[in-house]
């Protein structure tokens, strides 16, 4: 089974500008996450999908988005780049269905590193 | 809010035991997980324990919980330098989530 896939895997931008990464989940899974991975903060929630729909919501500015599609792909978008949202973007993905201890089991994709400047 | 804490640092010999700790603030959390990152790579699950259960063994891994203190812990077995890495703690956010909060996270380094 193929696991979690990201493109692109590197990136640089200027700041001001905007940004979008995409994260294919495992095959049948229909919940992705998105963490933000900084050598200061570590790893921070960003938000969570699950059938389309954002099912939870970590504490960043609204210039962070996201979005998930019928096929539970999910991009997240930051726009108005700063220097500080240089990153490691971690996507995750589980079956994410409630139904006991293996649907809340996220693997990991190998992340796009972001690069502002 | 929810709080994880991991020690930074962990250096151990070939063949040696490492243990690495964890606490959490969550009373309510139901399931802790231990990940594995290598550099330039993303986050390997390794084993996750359940909140009703006091341990858990996976081979050369030995989670053990105590849930009155908040306390975890991760012991590998004839640690390998193949085991040298970043080893994160997380717990899942209590409700219909997958939202996990991680620790700072505990460099192993294993010398020959």
């Known amino acids: 089974k193929a696991g979690v896939t990201q493109t692109p895997r590197y990136l640089i931008k200027t700041r001001g500008q905007q940004v979008t990464l995409s994260c294919s989940p495992i095959?049948?899974?229909?919940?992705v996450s998105w963490y933000q991975q900084t050598p200061g903060q570590g790893l921070q929630f960003l938000f969570e999908?699950?059938?389309?729909?954002?099912?939870n919501k970590g504490n960043f500015p609204g210039r962070f988005s996201g979005r998930q599609f019928s096929n539970s792909r999910s991009e997240m978008n930051v726009s108005t780049l700063e220097l500080g949202d240089s990153a490691l973007y971690l996507c995750?993905?589980?079956?994410?269905?409630?139904?006991?201890?293996?649907?809340?089991?996220?693997?990991f994709g190998p992340g796009t590193r972001l690069t502002v400047t | 809010g929810e709080d994880v804490e991991q020690s930074l640092f962990l250096s151990v010999r070939e063949g040696d035991s490492s243990v690495i700790n964890c606490t959490y603030t969550d009373s309510s959390s139901t399931y802790l997980y231990w990940y594995k990152q290598e550099p330039g790579a993303g986050l390997q699950l390794l084993t996750y324990i359940f909140s009703n259960m006091d341990m858990k063994q996976d081979q050369r891994l030995t989670v053990l919980l105590n849930k009155k203190d908040k306390h975890l812990s991760l012991r590998i077995a004839d640690t390998q330098t193949g085991d040298s890495a970043i080893y994160f703690c997380?717990?899942?956010?209590?409700?219909?989530?997958?939202?996990?909060?991680f620790g700072q996270g505990t460099t192993l380094q294993v010398k020959p």
């Open positions: 095959s049948g899974h229909r919940s």
């Open positions: 995750a993905s589980s079956l994410g269905g409630g139904r006991g201890p293996s649907s809340y089991e996220q693997y």
């Open positions: 997380a717990e899942r956010e209590s409700g219909n989530t997958g939202k996990l909060i």
């Open positions: 999908y699950f059938s389309e729909t954002q099912r």
